[in-house]
């Protein structure tokens, strides 16, 4: 039989613990990724790469149809990806402009290269990146360590295979 004194003390800590969290992430501002700064953003500022996918691998972890979901997008799927990219390793030009996206850098740095930036965009662990209809890129992992993302994303296209 469990001890309600102790069991009722866990309790109130874990419930103190989680609600510590849950203010600390309610007061701290979202933690984006970094961006293009304003004097080196330009439409255009980049051309594509022909760069194929080297050294990634992409996993989707978990899917859902959103055509019985609200808001009833019929022929999107939303779905959680992790990808893991090896000491140079690239992940090749796309778009996404029919596949908003957030990606999470889970560990390690990597480097986007977008087509509305002219420098090159450093990308951290903790950090969050957001893809928009906007956003055409690259990234590559120029460290010495692996870099895991993961990405949340709405897919409408079952034949869309860029990362």
């Known amino acids: 039989m469990p001890n309600t004194i102790t069991s009722g003390r866990i309790f109130k800590h874990a419930f103190a613990i989680a609600g510590m969290i849950a203010g600390a992430v309610t007061l701290a501002p979202a933690a984006f990724a970094g961006e293009c700064p304003a004097d080196k953003q330009s439409l255009n500022a980049r051309e594509p790469v022909t760069f194929a996918a080297k050294d ?6 978990a899917a859902t149809d959103l055509a019985d979901e609200a808001p009833k997008l019929k022929g999107s799927k939303m779905r959680v990806r992790k990808l893991t990219i090896q000491p140079g390793g690239i992940v090749p030009w796309h778009s996404h402009g ?4 957030l990606i999470y850098v889970m560990e390690g740095e990597i480097v986007e290269y977008a087509s509305n930036c002219t ?8 950090e969050v990146a957001r893809e928009t209809h906007v956003t055409s890129h690259w990234w590559k992992n120029l460290g010495e360590k692996t870099v895991t993302l993961l990405s949340f994303d709405i897919m409408r296209d079952e034949k869309d295979q860029n990362m």
Do not use: F
Not at 98 to 101: K, N, V
Not at 119 to 126: E, F, M, R, S
């Open 98 to 101: 029919e596949r908003p996206a």
């Open 119 to 126: 420098v090159p965009i450093l990308h951290k662990a903790g």
């Open 56 to 61: 990634v691998t992409d996993t989707v972890l």
